[in-house]
Structure formats: structure tokens, C-alpha cells
């Protein structure tokens, strides 16, 4: 069990330009969720899918921000038109229906 | 939206004090766990307790459901246990968004 995998680890981008993250779950979980980490926001809930199906993406900034699972062993983070503020540590996770949530090791962006 | 408030904000303590660690939530919770974040590191799964008392090791979690709130105890703590302390619960209405508290920052001085 290789555990939730995420790249790229570390991410430097223009501002303006498009941001794709990558996240492979956890084999037979059926769960994943995308959240955004910083110092000032802490840890934010952005989108989730159950069995590959979009659930909940309330916390998604609507205009840049898209989330796909198009298949059971992977799922992308895009981002377009990346902007400072949305440097962070984009962490993604997976879990069994109502059970323990892993994560990943996290992917770093830094737009500059 | 569901809330999750934790307590305290920051905690140091000298090697081998026992740390306390609440976490206090909005709604009624199907799903509470434990979550600890060395600085520059991931996430790991501490406990997974929606309601009782369970143990692992040197941590004790007691949720008690009705009254929304979970703590964690560290006993004999170790400087290895320096980091961050997050509470996660998810609602149980229906929604499986896990929502997470700012956490419980704990440094352990020697």
C-alpha cells in the first residue's frame, strides 16, 4: 500500500499561468478529497468525490478552480490563471466510506 | 456550515508533562478524528473516534457526542510530540465534507 500520492511535490508558477495537480488514491477507497493549506487559513475544504462522482465542491473558488476524478486511480486539481494568493499546500486524501481519512504528502505551489 | 473549534490555540510543556487538547464542533459529528502535522509534513491519523473513549499508545481520545466535543491526551509527552494537533469531524446530516479545526500547536521543551 504505497499510500495516497500527490505531484508534483513542489510547484513554482508566473502569475497568470495554469497549475495542475495530481493526486493518486489510495487503492479501493472510495472517498477523495482536495484541501488547501496556509498559515493564515489553515487547512480549507475545497471539493470532494465519492466513486468518482463530484459530492460537495463548496469550498472551491468558482472562477479558476476545477477538480476531476476521471477514473478510479487518480484525480486533478487545475487551477487557471494562478494568482500569489493562491500559494498554498494543496493536499489531497482519500478514505472507505465513513472511515480514516489519509493524506497525502501534499503538493507546494508558489506563484510568483 | 459546520464549525470546529479547538483549544488551546498553543501549549508548551516540559518532557514528560501530560498535554490536554480539546476540540469543540458545531453539529453532531458521525465522524471525529485526531489528525498531527509535524511543521513541513503531511497529515497522519492519530485516532479515529466518533464517540467513547479509545486509546493507542500514550493517547487517550474521549468524544463525547451530545455535548460536541472530543479532547486528546498526550501522556508523558516526548519532544517528538512537538507539532500540531488537528481535530476533524464530519456532520451527520448527510454531508461527508470532514471539516477541521485551526489546530493545538504543542512544543515540548526538554
Known amino acids: 500500500n504505497a499510500g495516497v500520492i500527490q505531484t508534483p511535490r513542489h510547484k513554482v508558477t508566473g502569475k497568470g499561468q495554469e497549475a495542475t495537480l495530481w493526486c493518486e488514491p489510495i487503492s479501493g477507497h472510495s472517498a477523495v478529497f482536495w484541501y488547501r493549506q496556509t498559515i493564515v487559513q489553515g487547512l480549507e475544504f475545497l471539493t470532494y468525490?465519492?466513486?468518482?462522482?463530484?459530492?460537495?465542491d463548496s469550498g472551491m473558488p468558482k472562477e479558476r478552480f476545477s477538480a476531476q476524478m476521471p477514473n478510479q486511480s487518480h484525480s486533478t486539481l487545475k487551477i487557471q490563471s494562478t494568482q500569489p494568493q493562491d500559494s498554498a499546500v494543496y493536499l489531497c486524501?482519500?478514505?472507505?466510506?465513513?472511515?480514516?481519512?489519509?493524506f497525502g504528502e501534499g503538493s507546494r505551489l508558489i506563484v510568483v | 456550515g459546520q464549525q470546529v473549534q479547538q483549544s488551546p490555540a498553543s501549549l508548551v510543556l516540559q518532557e514528560g508533562e501530560n498535554a490536554e487538547l480539546q476540540c469543540n464542533f458545531s453539529s453532531t459529528a458521525t465522524q471525529l478524528q485526531w489528525f498531527y502535522q509535524r511543521p513541513g509534513g503531511s497529515l497522519v491519523s492519530l485516532l479515529y473516534n466518533p464517540s467513547g473513549t479509545k486509546h493507542t499508545g500514550r493517547l487517550t481520545s474521549t468524544t463525547v457526542t451530545k455535548e460536541r466535543r472530543s479532547s486528546l491526551h498526550i501522556s508523558s509527552s516526548q519532544i517528538t510530540d512537538s507539532g500540531t494537533y488537528f481535530c476533524a469531524m464530519e456532520p451527520d446530516y448527510g454531508n461527508e465534507k470532514i471539516t477541521f479545526g485551526a489546530g493545538t500547536k504543542l512544543t515540548i521543551k526538554p
Open positions: 486524501a482519500s478514505s472507505l466510506a465513513g472511515n480514516t481519512l489519509y
Open positions: 468525490f465519492r466513486n468518482q462522482a463530484p459530492i460537495d
